[in-house]
């Protein structure tokens, strides 16, 4: 029996819009197991536990019922060729079977470098991260909302991995939305690395507007304030220290009236965790509280969503912060101090690049960060002025 039509409301968002909007239909969220296991080998930034750690918290919480999980399916590969270079598919296919690659393959398609290592695995890990994406903007297309943690991989090219990323999950999230007839898809990118990847994919692209907030001169050194990627992108390279009242200031003065004026039809969010304070790879200083607002401000546009996941080398943070995500998107009860489970679960995470004294106490037994308020910086607001000119 077919499911009832989502109803229509008139809903008016904090960005000004007062057309009718469906009322999102309940969250959902996906995972596979292949996600579960050890990946990239050691002494690489992203062999911290994560996918798991954030199902674990989940599960303690008793925060994931089993009608609201959908597993991941493996794109196959004439998905995957829709956008990346066959020779490519193949080849990373090849290394996950061999377990090596050979001069001229790492040369030409980027994999079997220390950034992006062959590992056993491989080829149906980022294969189930693209299917995972492409499922997600077709559920969320009925009108809802769809969590997929495992997603954002935001810097693969169509011949060649890059920045710890093989193939580019969010390319595919937001072909499916056009695909299913979605007239504009925003893609709002909150990731402290530029989302190089998707800009150049859409660069030809009216249908398609990405922002970008990234950390100014950070990898891939890119996404300067001027750079409009054929029209269609508009980024906003912030400064180290970047706290929470700026990220305020840019959503309200720019990313907001940015998709206001570009009136999208669905949304694809990447929320990597390494803009978070604490990161290891990051000078950017946001607490979870500033990003889970952030957020709901932009789902009161009420339109598809798709939100993915995507950097972040603090497990104890990324893990808080990806769990919260989903408690508010399931509308669940914080609670003020985590239990001795949850804790116990946490005080277990490790990560070389952050030493034992490092570790915050409240990212063992708090789910919500104290916030990081501060003062506006003129570099900001002149940021937020120009990207809308």
């Not at 996600?35 to 930034?45: D, E, L, Q, T």
């Not at 149906?124 to 997603?151: D, E, Q, Y």
């Given at each position: 029996m077919p499911s009832p039509a989502p109803q229509v409301s008139l809903r008016r968002t904090s960005a000004g819009l007062g057309r009718p909007q469906r009322a999102l239909e309940r969250p959902l969220f996906l995972g596979a197991?292949?996600?579960?296991?050890?990946?990239?080998?050691?002494?690489?930034?992203?062999?911290?536990?994560?996918?798991?750690?954030?199902?674990?918290?989940?599960?303690?919480?008793?925060?994931?019922?089993?009608?609201?999980?959908?597993?991941?399916?493996?794109?196959?590969?004439?998905?995957?060729?829709?956008?990346?270079?066959?020779?490519?598919?193949?080849?990373?296919?090849?290394?996950?079977?061999?377990?090596?690659?050979?001069?001229?393959?790492?040369?030409?398609?980027?994999?079997?470098?220390?950034?992006?290592?062959?590992?056993?695995?491989?080829?149906?890990?980022?294969?189930?991260?693209?299917?995972?994406?492409?499922?997600?903007?077709?559920?969320?297309?009925?009108?809802?909302?769809?969590?997929?943690?495992?997603?954002?991989?935001?810097?693969?090219?169509?011949?060649?991995?890059?920045?710890?990323?093989?193939?580019?999950?969010?390319?595919?999230?937001?072909?499916?939305?056009?695909?299913?007839?979605?007239?504009?898809?925003?893609?709002?990118?909150?990731?402290?690395?530029?989302?190089?990847?998707?800009?150049?994919?859409?660069?030809?692209?009216?249908?398609?507007?990405?922002?970008?907030?990234?950390?100014?001169?950070?990898?891939?050194?890119?996404?300067?304030?001027?750079?409009?990627?054929?029209?269609g992108a508009r980024n906003l390279p912030v400064p180290a220290g970047f706290n929470d009242s700026e990220l305020d200031h840019l959503l309200r003065h720019a990313i907001v009236p940015l998709a206001e004026s570009f009136q999208p039809a669905a949304m694809v969010l990447c929320c990597g965790a390494d803009c978070l304070a604490g990161d290891p790879l990051s000078g950017m200083r946001l607490s979870n509280v500033a990003l889970w607002r952030a957020i709901e401000r932009l789902l009161e546009f009420a339109v598809p969503t798709v939100i993915l996941g995507g950097g972040g080398y603090n497990p104890w943070t990324l893990t808080r912060y990806w769990t919260g995500i989903w408690g508010r998107l399931a509308k669940r009860q914080f609670p003020d101090r985590l239990s001795a489970e949850a804790v116990a679960l946490l005080s277990t995470l490790e990560c070389e690049l952050i030493d034992a004294d490092e570790v915050e106490p409240e990212w063992l037994t708090t789910l919500a960060d104290t916030a990081y308020p501060g003062p506006v910086r003129a570099e900001i607001r002149s940021l937020a002025r120009a990207v809308r000119r």
């Open positions: 197991e292949v996600f579960r296991r050890a990946a990239f080998g050691r002494n690489h930034p992203l062999s911290i536990v994560r996918h798991s750690a954030v199902l674990d918290l989940l599960a303690i919480l008793g925060w994931l019922d089993d009608d609201e999980f959908r597993e991941c399916p493996v794109a196959t590969g004439t998905e995957l060729t829709a956008f990346h270079d066959p020779a490519y598919v193949a080849a990373l296919e090849r290394a996950e079977a061999t377990g090596r690659v050979d001069s001229e393959t790492r040369s030409r398609f980027g994999i079997g470098t220390l950034e992006n290592p062959v590992f056993p695995g491989l080829y149906g890990r980022a294969a189930a991260t693209v299917g995972g994406s492409i499922l997600a903007a077709k559920l969320a297309s009925r009108g809802g909302v769809v969590f997929h943690p495992s997603g954002g991989t935001h810097h693969g090219r169509p011949e060649k991995a890059s920045g710890f990323c093989y193939f580019n999950d969010p390319v595919f999230a937001i072909r499916t939305f056009l695909e299913l007839g979605h007239a504009r898809v925003v893609y709002v990118d909150l990731d402290a690395h530029h989302g190089d990847g998707v800009q150049d994919a859409f660069a030809r692209e009216s249908r398609v507007m990405t922002v970008s907030v990234h950390e100014r001169d950070r990898w891939p050194y890119s996404g300067a304030a001027d750079d409009r990627g054929g029209g």
